[in-house]
C-alpha cells in the first residue's frame, strides 16, 4: 500500500492558480459513504459545495461573529481536480476557528477493490482578506502536523479506523497556501483503513 501511496499517487495539492501548497498528509482505504459516516460519528460536519451563495452565507456568519458548522472551504486542487469532500469541527461558537480537510478521490484501489482518498487538514484560526480577491477568508496555523495527528486522534476515537500506518511521502518542508499563509512539515502522510 505504502509503495501505491508513494509511486502512484500525487503528493502535492494545488491553489486555485496551481500554486503549489501542502502535501497530502492523510490516506483514506474505504469507501465515500465510510468517510462520510467516520467523520460524522467523530462529530464533523461535511462542508457546503463552494458556489457564491455559500460563500456569502460564511462571510456572513464571519462578520456577525456566528457558527456555520457546515460552512465553505475553498476549494483546492490535486492534479487539477477539485476537492471532491471538505469536512469541518468549529473551535467555539463562531466561524473563525475550526479544524478542516479536504478529501480527493482517487482511480486506485486495494486489491480487495477498497478506494484510496487522499487529504489534506489545517486548522483555522482566524480571518484574514485574501491577497488575490479582497475577500474574507480563513488564516491556517502554520503546523500543519498537529492538525494531522488531531485528525487520526478523533477519528480513532470515534472507533471506526481498523488500522492506520505512517510513511514519509515527502522530505519535510516549508511553504506557502495560495492566500500566501506559511505552513510547515515533516512530509509524512498516515493511511488510515476505516471500518
Avoid at 60 to 83: M, Y
Amino acid at each position: 500500500m505504502a509503495g501505491t501511496v508513494a509511486g502512484q499517487l500525487p503528493h502535492y495539492t494545488e491553489g486555485l492558480t496551481g500554486h503549489r501548497q501542502e502535501p497530502v498528509s492523510l490516506v483514506f482505504v474505504g469507501t465515500r459513504a465510510q468517510l462520510e459516516q467516520a467523520f460524522q460519528a467523530a462529530g464533523w460536519t461535511e462542508a457546503k459545495p463552494y458556489g457564491v451563495g455559500i460563500l456569502a452565507g460564511g462571510i456572513a456568519a464571519s462578520l456577525t461573529h456566528q457558527p456555520d458548522p457546515a460552512g465553505p472551504v475553498t476549494p483546492s486542487f490535486l492534479a487539477e481536480q477539485p476537492n471532491a469532500l471538505a469536512f469541518s469541527l468549529p473551535v467555539g461558537a463562531t466561524f473563525a476557528t475550526r479544524h478542516h480537510i479536504r478529501c480527493w478521490s482517487t482511480h486506485v484501489q486495494t486489491r480487495g477493490g477498497q478506494p484510496l482518498w487522499l487529504a489534506t487538514a489545517s486548522f483555522d484560526r482566524g480571518f484574514e482578506l485574501a491577497p488575490t480577491t479582497f475577500l474574507p477568508t480563513h488564516q491556517i496555523a502554520p503546523d500543519i502536523d498537529t492538525e494531522r495527528a488531531y485528525i487520526v486522534t478523533s477519528l480513532q476515537s470515534a472507533g471506526l479506523v481498523a488500522n492506520a500506518v505512517t510513511l514519509q511521502l515527502v522530505p519535510r518542508e516549508s511553504g506557502h497556501n495560495f492566500d500566501g499563509d506559511p505552513f510547515f512539515t515533516d512530509g509524512k502522510a498516515v493511511i488510515l483503513w476505516l471500518r
